[in-house]
């Protein structure tokens, strides 16, 4: 397979955007990475799209012909990716794929959600499309009571408190307010958090990421073509992409406090990548819920299995700190378009990577790392980013 | 949460009477039924095994933001259940003092309604558990 790079990047606003659609979001993230890569258009092959749950929240599926249509790239081939909140992730993997097996040079990988224009109840049954629907959310259960059952797991294994959790929420507000496109731009504290009521306790509203509208694009490019088809763009070298599944249902996992499949999938990118956990500089990570993140940076080989808690609430993932996490805000404080996050994620290390990141920016990042998570943990997938020299 | 009558009614061993199923080739029991063992695929021989109805917490949550079918409920009580085969099974947690649900209690199986779809929507009928 041939090396790909990441040429050019794009976002909206992450927010409630009463007077957007999802065409009107998706068009802007796209039109911005591609001025953003330098290029003109017409040298992007192929367009994958990462969206879980259009069906449901706009009533639209078809999302491939979709974009390729409103980008004005008809006839080029557009697919519509989807593996839940790792939709946007598993997109950017599509791409990427599609480029190192030589089938093309530039492709437009874009994602997004259009949230607010249904119910939080339909929202919320829409996201539960992401668990197992036949036993699980069918007996009751939402994503933020399985995370809560997670998180109570981890509480009794580990001796993880309510507070540390909050310091996950707290840290990401802090990042979040140094962040233009983020929904949240303000501080929170420990205690406003402990004072937000339980939606399943142990997890609080402020343990949750919110309803958000938003996209996200990105444009890859085959990284021995990058003098010839985008020699304007700031190109940030992909040094891993993978990918790994575990079951659908939580009751069916081996463990509940950890999450298996994020465990395969870093050992898997950080062989490929030739790095270990040491040597990422500024990672993004999939913090749906405030123990997703303790549990994500355990997985990642961060800290050890069981600290993460302690961890957060000593700083440790601080901007500037043992390992920058989140500096985007997380899905917490910059909000969760289902389909754009995982894109979202990326773009904010290539940033942090080209030194783009202003007020958030990483001091000397070198190698960055984004973690994408489908449901309580069914899909994983990491991508490693490294500077190029 | 708007399920239809044939996929309410294909479900009902399972959701009735806990039926799971069981390999043969190497001894799995699996709540829902599997059709193909994931341990040893194509070796593996599926049989029906029923649950057992008895079993501890293993985790906990109380809900406070139900979804659509659940909104009359919350707040309620909802448990990973290890059911004494080891199997684990997600279900609400019902007549039971809220201080004696903690991790380790000991539960039983009982029949109730799960929910039900509006006025005149199917009501679908399941496992819950009890403390002892
Ligand atoms: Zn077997």
């Known amino acids: 397979m041939r090396s790909v790079s990441i040429i050019g990047v794009g976002l909206t606003k992450f927010g409630e955007h009463w007077d957007k659609g999802f065409r009107e979001l998706i068009v802007e993230a796209a039109s911005k990475a591609v001025v953003d890569a330098g290029i003109e258009g017409k040298e992007i092959q192929a367009i994958y799209g990462g969206v879980m749950a259009s069906g449901r929240l706009i009533g639209q599926e078809h999302i491939g012909a979709l974009l390729a249509d ?46 607010t224009d249904v119910s939080a109840e339909d929202v919320a049954t829409a996201l539960g499309g992401a668990g197992d629907q036949e036993w699980e959310l069918f007996n009751g259960a939402t994503f933020p009571a399985l995370y809560a059952l997670m998180a109570r797991r981890h509480m009794l ?3 993880t408190t309510e507070e540390q959790l ?14 233009p496109l983020a929904q949240y731009q303000r501080e929170i504290t420990v205690e406003d958090v402990m004072n937000s009521g339980y939606i399943a306790s142990p997890l609080k509203l402020l ?4 309803i958000t509208d938003g996209a996200a694009a990105v444009i890859l490019c085959a990284t021995e073509k990058l003098k010839q ?30 999450v298996a499949s994020t465990k395969v999938a870093a050992n898997d990118a950080y062989r490929t990548a030739g790095v270990g956990p040491k040597d990422i500089d500024v990672a993004e990570v999939h913090d749906c819920f405030t123990i997703a993140e303790v549990m994500a940076i355990e997985a990642l080989g961060f800290f050890p299995k069981g600290t993460g808690g302690k961890a957060t609430e000593d700083g440790e993932t601080e901007l500037n700190s043992t390992i920058s996490v989140n500096t985007s805000g997380g899905l917490k404080a910059a909000g969760h378009p289902i389909g754009a996050t995982g894109i979202k994620q990326v773009s904010e290390i290539v940033l942090q990577l080209r030194g783009k990141a202003d007020k958030r920016q ?3 990042a070198q190698v960055g790392l984004a973690q994408n998570v489908g449901g309580s943990g069914a899909t994983t997938v990491i991508h490693i980013l490294r500077r190029r020299k | 949460m708007n399920e239809a009558l044939p996929l309410i009614w294909r479900r009902i061993p399972e959701r009735y009477n806990m039926l799971g199923s069981k390999c043969l080739n190497c001894g799995t029991p699996y709540f829902p039924q599997r059709k193909m063992c994931p341990k040893c695929r194509r070796k593996g021989k599926i049989v029906a095994e029923k649950m057992p109805t008895e079993g501890t917490i293993y985790s906990f949550t109380e ?24 199997v684990r099974v997600l279900s609400q947690v019902v007549d039971s003092p809220a201080d004696k649900i903690k991790i380790g209690a000991p539960v039983n199986m009982v029949f109730r309604k799960i929910s039900e779809d509006g006025e005149e929507g199917v009501i679908a009928y399941g496992y819950k558990f009890k403390v002892k």
Do not use: W
């Not at chain 1, 008809?74 to 992730?89: D, H, K, L, Y």
């Not at chain 1, 343990?207 to 919110?210: A, E, G, K, L, V």
């Open chain 1, 70 to 115: 409103q980008l004005g790239m008809n006839p080029i081939a557009s697919t519509r990716v989807e593996a839940a909140c790792a939709s946007g992730g598993v997109a950017v993997r599509s791409g990427f794929l599609a480029v190192a097996s030589g089938a093309y040079d530039v492709v437009a990988v874009g994602g997004g959600e259009k949230m």
């Open chain 1, 157 to 159: 294994e580990y001796g």
């Open chain 1, 166 to 179: 909050a310091a996950v929420a707290v840290k990401n507000h802090s990042n979040g307010a140094l962040n």
């Open chain 1, 207 to 210: 343990d949750c990421s919110p």
């Open chain 1, 229 to 258: 088809l985008a020699p304007n763009g700031d190109a940030v070298e992909i040094a891993a992409s993978a990918q790994a599944s575990d079951s659908l249902a939580l009751a069916s996992r081996k463990s509940m406090s950890e």
């Open chain 1, 362 to 364: 990483v001091n000397d």
């Open chain 2, 63 to 86: 809900v406070h933001a139900a979804p659509k079918g659940f909104e009359q409920e919350t707040p309620y009580f909802l448990a990973m259940v290890e059911l004494s085969n080891g």
